[in-house]
């Protein structure tokens, strides 16, 4: 289609959202089509006979407040592939998740990652949300791992190769109580050489939200971190859902004068109606996905332009290729992609690999680009590399990071009780 049948009147925007659906379809298929990337590399590790033998997974604690979920799938080569599929507050209920694909999984050829995928997702029949949805991309993120290794490739080799050198992350500075110690921890998070950080901004006082003075503060904490960092850092914000619509707004709407890069899941999921009355009432970027699940949350999320950045999670939305598809569907309405990433080394990693070969990649979640002494052993000192706040291009074959499972014993299962908010009246708040 030619630039004049675009200009021509009577190319509706239907007829446009067709091309661009069509579009991101035809990505789709250069990927898993019969002639697709995925095939090709799945005919090369043909020689190798290769069999998935076991599927092991394991809970470890990583903090007061999170667990990490992760597998490892086993074959009859000696390869071995890596996953994650950590769920705050949920961990023991998606390591079942994982184990249960274990009946299917064995006996299987590797390289078969869309069938498998198709198979975990659709023959349940139950399906979607948060548990299952994290159980299959902890096992697809393994087999990518299991093909990269037996094709001495990284990842993104396989995804179509790099569309550039390095990727953009944003770390969590944290806040503290008051506007002078969100400036103090912003500008400190600067000096340590990055350019983005988020943070939730608006306050809760003992597990409580107010529908006024939480807007208010954190607006204050917004303008004291905007203060303390210059125009040179880019501010990113998570309102985490907590917002009720009227709250969203008015806190969207005072944040304009303060360059926001993007502001976060302002909105609840359950009606993209509440998402577009918010993009009616400010001009501030608006980003969301973390959990959305799959292509089917996002299609009409990006064909109707309700938001800026897509921000699926590689460990929650179905992997590394649903991701990927993911990510093509928001190119083709021009919405930037933006990962969802606070978890470990492998979620990173396996985000990264995306990240190289999106067109339409902007930034990435990471939680602090730190790790203690345990997680330095536990993953043999392996993991993404940082340097002026980008990650680089990741190249070890496979997803690039491996884990020490006999350290699990020393950070057991711990469970979590995440935040429970109230408004003043004692009513319940989401979060």
Not at 133 to 158: F, R, T
Not at 258 to 282: C, H, M, P, W
Request: aromatic content about 10%; some cysteine; proline content about 5%.
């Amino acid at each position: 289609m030619s630039d004049a049948d675009l200009r021509d009147p009577k190319f509706s925007r239907r007829d446009f959202f067709h091309l661009a659906g069509r579009s991101a379809a035809l990505g789709i298929a250069g990927l898993t089509g019969a002639e697709g990337l995925l095939a090709q590399a799945r005919e090369k590790a043909k020689p190798l006979n290769l069999e998935i033998t076991d599927l092991k997974s394991w809970i470890i604690n990583h903090s007061a407040g999170k667990n990490y979920v992760f597998c490892k799938i086993y074959t009859n080569q000696g390869i071995v592939g890596v996953g994650e599929g950590s769920v705050t507050s949920k961990a023991a209920t998606v390591k079942a998740a994982i184990d249960e694909h274990h009946r299917y999984l064995v006996g299987k050829d590797p390289g078969d990652i869309e069938m498998h995928w198709q198979a975990m997702y659709r023959w349940p029949r139950w399906r979607g949300g948060p548990i299952l949805n994290s159980a299959i991309s902890a096992v697809e993120i393994a087999l990518w791992d299991i093909m990269g290794q037996a094709l001495g490739q990284p990842i993104y080799k396989l995804l179509g190769g790099k569309a550039r050198d390095k990727a953009r992350m944003y770390v969590h500075p944290g806040g503290g109580s008051t506007p002078e110690s969100h400036a103090a921890e912003w500008l400190q998070a600067k000096n340590e050489g990055w350019t983005a950080g988020k943070g939730g901004f608006l306050t809760t006082h003992n597990d409580v939200i107010d529908p006024v003075m939480s807007v208010t503060e954190g607006i204050r904490n917004l303008r004291a971190v905007r203060e303390a960092v210059g125009d040179d850092f880019s501010i990113l914000i998570d309102v985490h859902g907590k917002a009720t619509p009227t709250m969203a707004a008015s806190f969207c709407m005072q944040a304009e004068p303060y360059n926001v890069y993007f502001v976060e899941e302002a909105t609840q999921i359950e009606d993209i109606g509440e998402l577009e009355l918010l993009r009616s009432k400010t001009r501030i970027p608006i980003a969301t996905g973390e959990r959305l699940f799959t292509k089917y949350g996002f299609a009409e999320i990006c064909s109707k332009h309700l938001v800026d950045y897509i921000q699926p999670d590689v460990v929650h939305c179905g992997g590394i290729l649903e991701m990927k598809k993911i990510a093509a569907i928001a190119e083709a309405y021009r919405i930037e992609f933006a990962p969802h990433n606070p978890q470990s080394e492998i979620s990173t990693l396996a985000s990264l690999h995306v990240d190289m070969t999106a067109p339409n990649f902007a930034i990435q979640e990471i939680s602090s680009g730190r790790r203690d002494a345990f997680w330095e052993d536990f993953f043999y000192g392996q993991g993404p590399v940082f340097e002026d706040g980008y990650g680089q291009l990741p190249d070890k074959p496979g997803l690039g990071v491996n884990f020490n499972d006999a350290l699990a014993g020393r950070r057991p299962y711990v469970p979590v009780t995440r935040q429970q908010l109230r408004f003043p009246d004692g009513g319940i708040a989401d979060h």
